[in-house]
Structure formats: C-alpha cells, structure tokens
C-alpha cells in the first residue's frame, strides 16, 4: 500500500445502484483492498424499511430520507480515513443529501443490464430484496449528473476486475 493510501489521501465513495448491481460485493473488497472503514447501507436501514421491501413494497423519497441521514453521517464520521459505503443512493436528490455530510463522497455506479442483474438476484440466497422490487428500482434510478464526482462501471466482469477499476480511476 502507497503511503498515500495509508494516510487516508482519498475520498469516502459510495457503490451505488439498483438492488443485485453488486454494490455490497464490490464495496466490501474495495474496503479491503484500501484497508478502510466499511459499513453496508443495507444495515443502516430500520428494521420497518427492510419488513415492507421483503413483502414487496418500494420504500418511497420520504422513507428513505432517514436512511440517508445514517448514511451521510457515517460518512461524513470517516472523512479523513476514507472510506466505503454501498448504498443504493438511486436519485440525484438522495446523492446531494448525502453530500450535505460529505461534500468530497466519490459516487460509483454499478451498471449493468435489467436481465443479467435479475438473474444475479435471482442467484442470491440471503438476502430480503426480492426480485420483483427491481423494475421499481429502474424506475426510481437517476444516473450520475455531469456535475457530480463520480465514475460508472459496467458489472459483466469479475468483482476483483470492478474494484481494480475503481482503484485505477478513483485512486491517486
Ligand atoms: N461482478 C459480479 N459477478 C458475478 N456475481 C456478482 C458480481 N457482483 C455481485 N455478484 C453477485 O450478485 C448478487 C448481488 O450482489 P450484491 O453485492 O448483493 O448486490 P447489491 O448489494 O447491489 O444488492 C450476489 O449474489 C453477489 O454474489
Ligand atoms: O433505496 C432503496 O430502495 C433500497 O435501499 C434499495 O435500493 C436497496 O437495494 C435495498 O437496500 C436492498 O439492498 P441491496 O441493494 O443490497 O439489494
């Protein structure tokens, strides 16, 4: 590891995407890789927000906005580690929220195709999202604005491919 890394010479990112993109998979070994702090957002979420998607209901703008806040403020606790947060963070509107506790987060967006993440969902044992929430999803993304600090990945390759990705463009 570059001394810069062990001195906490980069931003806080957030892995974000629709449900199954893979951001808890990516998030984790990235946290690993740059031996920084990592929480998941699906743990900040209440326990009320993760009974109504497992039976199927979207949350909507205003119940996810709690959520937000958590996640905001763990960033904005690790800003001078850096750190990795996976969180879905599908709106521009949720992303600025987050900004507000951290203004330097570097968003990653982990994009792939309806099918292929469906399929991966599909795939996964443990876990409440079920697959059906994943149009809502869709419906409910808007992808990074020319404006914010980020970068887009596609996710048809190996998770140690995607983090060696996100290293290469996000990393000094
Ligand atoms: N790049 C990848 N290639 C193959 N399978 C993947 C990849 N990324 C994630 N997966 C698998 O797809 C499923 C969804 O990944 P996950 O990390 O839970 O996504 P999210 O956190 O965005 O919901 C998991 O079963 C995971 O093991
Ligand atoms: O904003 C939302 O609707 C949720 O946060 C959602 O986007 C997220 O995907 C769930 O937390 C499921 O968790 P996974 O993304 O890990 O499937």
């Known amino acids: 590891m570059s001394d810069d890394q062990a001195s906490g010479m980069f931003p806080p990112i957030v892995v974000m995407g629709v449900s199954g993109s893979g ?3 990516v998030g984790a070994l990235l946290a690993q890789y740059l031996e920084v ?5 699906d743990d900040l979420h209440s326990a009320a927000d993760i009974a109504s998607m497992a039976a199927g209901h979207p949350l909507d703008d ?3 906005e709690p959520w ?5 403020d763990w960033l904005a606790e690790h800003r001078a580690t850096g750190a990795v947060l996976p969180c879905s963070a599908l709106r ?3 992303r600025d929220r987050i900004r507000r506790g951290c203004p330097t987060a570097e968003f990653v967006h982990l994009v792939g195709s309806r099918d292929l993440i469906a399929s991966r969902m599909v795939d996964r044992t443990d876990h409440f999202m079920p697959v059906e929430l994943l149009e809502s999803q869709f419906e409910t993304l808007e992808p990074l604005e020319a404006d914010e600090r980020g970068i887009e990945i596609t996710i048809d390759r190996p998770v140690t491919a995607i983090v060696e990705r996100i290293v290469e463009q996000l990393i000094p």
């Open 68 to 72: 937000l806040d958590r996640c905001a």
């Open 62 to 64: 205003a119940a996810r």
């Open 23 to 25: 951001k808890s998979s």
């Open 92 to 94: 521009r509107s949720y």
């Open 37 to 41: 702090p990592f929480v998941d957002g």
